[in-house]
C-alpha cells in the first residue's frame, strides 16, 4: 500500500513539474513574439521615414525643375507619389534668384498615420539656370 501511494504522489509530482515547465515556456514564447512584433513594428516605421525623407527631397527636386521653368512657382500641397506624398512652400528671398524652399514628406506607417520628413533648403540660380549655391538648412523626421 505504502509503494502505491508512493508512486502516486510521484506521479503527481511528475505532473506538476511538467506544467510549469509548459507555463514557462509558454510565457518565454509570448514574450519572444511580442519582441519579434514590436521589432517589425519599428523596422515599418524606420522604413516609413526613410520613405518621407525621400519624398521631401523629391518635393525639392521638383521644385527646383518648376523654378527653372517658371519664376513665380510658389510651391505645391499634398502631390501622391508612390505610397506617400509630399508638400513644398518656396519662399523667394531679397536678392534676385535666391530662393528658400520648405518641402515635406508624408510616408505611410503601419503603426502611426504617417511618417514625416522636412527639408529645408536655399538656394540661388546662376543667369544660366544652373544652380548658383544649395544649403541644407535643416532636416527633421518623425
Given at each position: 500500500m505504502a509503494g502505491a501511494k508512493s508512486r502516486c504522489r510521484e506521479r503527481g509530482f511528475a505532473l506538476v513539474v511538467a506544467l510549469a515547465y509548459l507555463l514557462f515556456l509558454s510565457l518565454f514564447a509570448a514574450a519572444f513574439l511580442r519582441t519579434v512584433r514590436l521589432n517589425m513594428a519599428d523596422a515599418f516605421n524606420d522604413e516609413a521615414r526613410i520613405e518621407a525623407a525621400g519624398l521631401a527631397q523629391a518635393g525639392v527636386e521638383k521644385a527646383i525643375a518648376e523654378l527653372r521653368r517658371a519664376p513665380d512657382y510658389r510651391g505645391e500641397e499634398d502631390t501622391a507619389l508612390g505610397n506617400g506624398r509630399f508638400t513644398v512652400r518656396v519662399e523667394p528671398m531679397a536678392d534676385a534668384g535666391r530662393y528658400r524652399l520648405t518641402a515635406r514628406g508624408y510616408g505611410e506607417a503601419p503603426?502611426?498615420?504617417?511618417?514625416?520628413a522636412e527639408l529645408i533648403v536655399e538656394f540661388a540660380f546662376h543667369s544660366d539656370g544652373t544652380i548658383a549655391a544649395?544649403?541644407?538648412?535643416?532636416?527633421?523626421?518623425?
Open positions: 503603426q502611426r498615420r504617417y511618417a514625416h544649395l544649403h541644407r538648412r535643416e532636416v527633421r523626421a518623425w
